[in-house]
């Protein structure tokens, strides 16, 4: 079955960095585009950034653009967030998911905290 564990939040301070890590298993990872979510206290899941199978084409919510990165190794069957100049708006669970026959998928999601 599809699993996804999210990795390496915690608590930073403003204009810091983090990077998350997402291993997955269950499926064959280098087939699927993957994408990082996030979801902040009483607000809706909000898709962040989304890679290709191959890893070469990104997109990113305007919030984050220029500040994330997302990245994959496939051969590892691992997702990455690389997050800089941190802000405390980006405070949230996030989660990495990926689509398969109509399914979503998420992980359990690791927070991050972003504060002084």
């Known amino acids: 079955q599809v699993q996804l564990v999210e990795s390496g939040g915690g608590l930073v301070q403003p204009g810091g960095s983090l990077r998350l890590s997402c291993a997955a298993s269950?499926?064959?990872?280098?087939?699927?585009?993957m994408n990082w979510y996030r979801q902040a206290p009483g607000q809706e899941r909000e898709l962040v950034a989304t890679i290709n199978p191959a890893g070469d084409n990104t997109n990113y919510s305007g919030s984050v653009k220029g500040r994330f990165t997302i990245s994959r190794d496939n051969w590892n069957h691992t997702l990455h967030l690389q997050m800089n100049s941190l802000k405390t708006d980006d405070t949230a669970m996030y989660y990495c998911?990926?689509?398969?026959?109509?399914?979503?998928?998420w992980g359990q999601g690791t927070q991050v905290t972003v504060s002084l």
């Open positions: 998911g990926m689509r398969r026959f109509g399914t979503d998928y």
């Open positions: 269950g499926f064959t990872f280098a087939l699927y585009t």
